[in-house]
């Protein structure tokens, strides 16, 4: 039988808004079982918890001094069938899509394949301390199944609709793609996420039909938004000659005239869009997941797509999360994603973006894209007990902020060990990785 109480002794940061972050230094984390699992029912210094606790019969004291523990991180933007090409040639997101990425996502249809793939990447995930998101499947059912079968966390999941300007081995008929749509969000309801993989490769009827069963099942919808601006181009050409998207001005019409925005919808990056699409996402609720390691220069492993104006975004009442969006992000660790995005911001001379926001965005505003913000995100009284143990930096000294950065911006100058530093992952108050030695 587990233990009524957990204590995990610690340093503890808890994010509390894109400004402010607690910290705990000697700290504990109080845990007390539930029927869904264990949850948090305090957190305080060492000196002040323990002694409250002496006289309870059922407890567990794990002692971690010389870690740090952080909220579990929520990646809101990430194809699992992609896991193979992060680190291929990215040039030009359109040349890349079609010679890596769509013919390695063929590989899929095998489904010994994609089971065997799907373990490897559930494992990986809770390695680096990602226990929530919005995932990316390939056109084939069963993707979308093994990743909801083998994730552990709290995922949405869903298969790409591709039924026109693609490859012959990618294609659905709009048939068989509302087919899928059907049968998957009848079966996974809200964990489940309507998915055109874009705009050009999915025909508005089948967007439209496909969103209405969404919100029927209470299902998510995610898809990419101005990505690049040579895919503006190319999106805008290609319905300029489809009935009743002659006369369309923005990439984001095609999505409102389609009816995929909304409070459950996620668009990726949205780096290039007009006053005028931020005001018609902020109307919508539709929030941003932003990818800034895969939106950096080339020579940083992304795509070069740009940088995304979040102080634009917040001011015209969008939220947004952060993502690793692999394949096209070169790392599966937010940590390396928390990292990207202040550095870029930096050089970028864009005041604002610290490591404290980067921690917010990657945990509290990541669980509100899924409309868990109430039970996840933070290590707030209540919330479920999903969080990592990471060493903690020698100097514990200054603000929070300085803490952090001693934390996150370890690993900037040798980014592939970002995805070793988590030593322990807890998923509602259960161990389920330790970091080997």
């Known amino acids: 039988m587990q233990p009524l109480y957990k204590i995990i002794l610690c340093n503890i940061l808890n994010p509390k808004s894109d400004k402010s972050c607690q910290f705990i230094k000697?700290?504990?984390?109080?845990?007390?079982?539930?029927?869904?699992?264990?949850?948090?029912v305090e957190i305080g210094t060492e000196k002040k918890i323990l002694p409250a606790y002496a006289s309870k019969r059922s407890i567990e004291v794990m002692d971690t001094l010389g870690k740090t523990c952080i909220p579990a991180f929520f990646d809101t933007h990430f194809h699992w069938v992609q896991d193979d090409v992060r680190l291929m040639p990215k040039k030009n997101l359109l040349e890349w899509l079609s010679n890596y990425t769509w013919p390695y996502e063929a590989k899929f249809?095998?489904?010994?394949?994609?089971?065997?793939?799907?373990?490897?990447?559930?494992?990986?995930?809770?390695?680096?301390?990602?226990?929530?998101?919005?995932?990316?499947?390939?056109?084939?059912?069963?993707?979308?199944?093994?990743?909801?079968?083998?994730?552990?966390?709290?995922f949405?999941?869903?298969?790409?609709?591709?039924?026109?300007?693609?490859?012959?081995?990618?294609?659905?008929?709009?048939?068989?793609?509302?087919?899928?749509?059907?049968?998957?969000?009848?079966?996974?309801?809200?964990?489940?996420?309507?998915?055109?993989?874009?705009?050009?490769?999915?025909?508005?009827?089948?967007?439209?039909?496909?969103?209405?069963m969404a919100r029927a099942s209470k299902s998510f919808i995610q898809t990419h938004l101005s990505e690049t601006k040579n895919e503006?181009?190319?999106?805008?050409?290609?319905?300029?000659?489809?009935?009743?998207?002659?006369?369309?001005?923005?990439?984001?019409?095609?999505?409102?005239?389609?009816?995929?925005?909304?409070?459950?919808?996620i668009m990726g990056h949205g780096i290039y869009l007009s006053k005028e699409e931020l005001q018609t996402l902020s109307k919508t609720g539709t929030s941003i997941a932003h990818c800034p390691t895969s939106n950096a220069p080339v020579k940083q492993l992304g795509l070069?797509?740009?940088?995304?104006?979040?102080?634009?975004?917040?001011?015209?009442?969008?939220d947004w999360s952060l993502a690793s969006d692999?394949?096209?992000?070169?790392?599966?660790?937010?940590?390396?994603?928390?990292?990207?995005?202040?550095?870029?911001?930096?050089?970028?001379?864009?005041?604002?973006?610290?490591?404290?926001?980067?921690?917010?965005?990657?945990?509290?505003?990541?669980?509100?894209?899924?409309?868990?913000?109430?039970?996840?995100?933070?290590?707030?009284?209540?919330?479920?007990?999903?969080?990592?143990?990471?060493?903690?930096?020698?100097?514990?000294?200054?603000?929070?902020?300085?803490?952090?950065?001693?934390?996150?911006?370890?690993?900037?100058?040798s980014r592939k060990f970002y995805d070793k530093m988590v030593e322990q992952t807890f998923y509602k108050g259960e161990s389920i990785f330790v970091k080997s030695l």
């Open 26 to 40: 000697n700290g504990a984390l109080v845990l007390k079982r539930s029927v869904s699992g264990y949850k948090i």
């Open 326 to 413: 692999i394949g096209g992000g070169p790392f599966v660790s937010m940590f390396d994603v928390m990292q990207s995005y202040v550095a870029q911001n930096e050089k970028a001379k864009v005041k604002g973006a610290t490591y404290t926001k980067a921690l917010y965005r990657a945990t509290v505003a990541g669980a509100r894209a899924l409309k868990l913000e109430k039970t996840h995100g933070s290590l707030d009284t209540g919330k479920f007990a999903n969080f990592i143990l990471v060493q903690s930096p020698k100097d514990l000294s200054g603000k929070t902020e300085d803490v952090l950065k001693r934390i996150i911006s370890k690993h900037k100058s």
């Open 304 to 318: 070069g797509s740009g940088l995304f104006d979040f102080k634009r975004a917040e001011k015209l009442g969008i």
């Open 156 to 212: 949405v999941v869903g298969n790409v609709l591709m039924t026109m300007e693609s490859p012959k081995y990618l294609t659905q008929t709009k048939k068989q793609a509302l087919k899928l749509v059907e049968k998957q969000t009848k079966k996974y309801k809200e964990r489940y996420a309507v998915t055109p993989r874009f705009a050009p490769t999915t025909h508005p009827d089948v967007m439209k039909e496909a969103a209405k």
């Open 232 to 265: 503006i181009d190319y999106v805008l050409g290609l319905y300029k000659n489809i009935k009743g998207f002659e006369n369309v001005k923005t990439y984001t019409d095609i999505y409102l005239k389609s009816k995929i925005l909304g409070a459950k919808t």
């Open 109 to 154: 249809k095998d489904r010994s394949y994609s089971k065997n793939k799907a373990m490897k990447f559930a494992e990986e995930l809770v390695s680096v301390g990602t226990l929530g998101g919005a995932c990316y499947a390939s056109i084939h059912a069963h993707t979308a199944d093994d990743a909801l079968k083998n994730f552990v966390g709290d």
